[in-house]
């Protein structure tokens, strides 16, 4: 019969021994965590996607793509852009202020629209382009995440490439952060005390 090769059969009790000394020292395992788990699907929805969740349960989300909706107290309330044929609404705050994006048809071709739904008024983000080109040129707007004071923050990505940075929308003005860069550049959220959280290619996550 074999034993075991020796640095197993230290390594186990090595174990063993730590194991002891931690009860002994009044050390006892943590208890199992049980998560439960809902179903959230929108009647007669093929898929429901949620993206975000504010502190009271309201969720948003999308079913069968083109559609969103806000999710709390087991209701569904879709909110409707015309001619929409993609949207994702990413982020929530507390008082119900949606940050997002969705593409629209305009004849045979679609615009990006990026938009902060506040209570059935829409506001369109991406206004300080418009006028001087066509939205399809235009460098479009991710909004990712959203405070209460209904700050926006996210990611920009310049036509016709592959470079983005990072912006804060506040008090109706846009803010970009940086030049363009190659790859991953944004900001994905951001508190109340306007902490942001964020990616930037080449550096990784930051604060």
Request: hydrophobic share 40%; glycine share 12%; charged share 15%.
């Amino acid at each position: 019969m074999s034993l075991g090769h020796p640095n197993m059969i230290r390594t186990a009790t090595l174990t063993a021994i730590l194991s002891s000394l931690l009860l002994a020292a009044g050390f006892e395992p943590a208890a199992a965590y049980t998560h439960r788990f809902s179903s959230i699907n929108y009647p007669d929805a093929l898929e429901t996607v949620i993206s975000d969740i504010n502190n009271a349960g309201q969720m948003v989300g999308t079913y069968d793509g083109a559609h969103r909706f806000v999710y709390g107290d087991e209701d569904f309330a879709p909110f409707h852009f015309s001619c929409a044929i993609i949207v994702h609404p990413p982020a929530v705050n507390e008082l119900g202020q949606i940050a997002g994006y969705h593409l629209a048809r305009k004849g045979w071709s679609w615009e990006h629209h990026a938009f902060l739904f506040d209570h059935e008024k829409i506001v369109d983000l991406n206004s300080p382009f418009s006028g001087w080109r066509s939205r399809s040129r235009q460098p479009k707007v991710y909004p990712l995440g959203i405070n209460n004071q209904a700050t926006v923050v996210g990611m920009q990505i310049k036509p016709g490439s592959l470079k983005t940075r990072g912006f804060i929308y506040e008090d109706g003005e846009f803010r970009f952060i940086g030049p363009y860069s190659r790859g991953l550049n944004d900001f994905g959220g951001i508190n109340d005390g306007g902490h942001m959280t964020g990616y930037a290619a080449g550096s990784g996550a930051y604060l």
